[in-house]
């Protein structure tokens, strides 16, 4: 398991990629907090305490690609079960600090999991690049529906 990359996976590159592209900039692997086990997410906006996370669906138990092995049942239950409740206990951890959390599985699509850490941003007061009412109109305020 030493092989297994805990920063810089394919997924999270893209999605640092759609962020970047979007004008935003942030930290990566960033520890909020003190001590050994203080929280990492993936990507962090320190000015507007949003946490991103990117896990991936077998580490982290995904609903619709997550697998428990047939093989060695014994180990990998209780392991997958305390990842999930790290994620569960960083969580609630982040947002006592007053942080937002914002989880994507590695198989969502980078666009889509940009436009909601940018949804997160833009309602913690951070003012997204590219994302005013001109851009998703259309480009013309009076096609504003809402």
Not at 25 to 52: L, Q
Not at 70 to 92: I, M, V
Request: proline share 5%.
């Amino acid at each position: 398991m030493q092989a297994n990359r805990r920063r810089d996976t394919a997924p999270e590159v893209a999605l640092r990629r759609v962020l970047h592209r979007r004008g935003l900039r942030f930290r990566v692997d960033y520890r909020v907090g003190c001590g050994r086990g203080a929280p990492r997410p993936d990507i962090a906006f320190t000015r507007w305490k949003v946490a991103v996370f990117v896990d991936g669906c077998f580490w982290h138990s995904c609903p619709l690609h997550g697998a428990t092995p047939t093989g060695n049942r014994g180990y990998w239950e209780p392991k997958l079960a305390r990842n999930r409740q790290r994620d569960r206990e960083n969580d609630l951890y982040l947002i006592a600090l007053g942080w937002a959390v914002v989880r994507a599985w590695e198989h969502e699509d980078a666009e889509e999991a940009g436009a909601r850490v940018a949804e997160a941003l833009s309602l913690r007061g951070a003012r997204v690049p590219g994302d005013d009412l001109a851009t998703r109109t259309g480009g013309h305020p009076l096609n504003a529906t809402g």
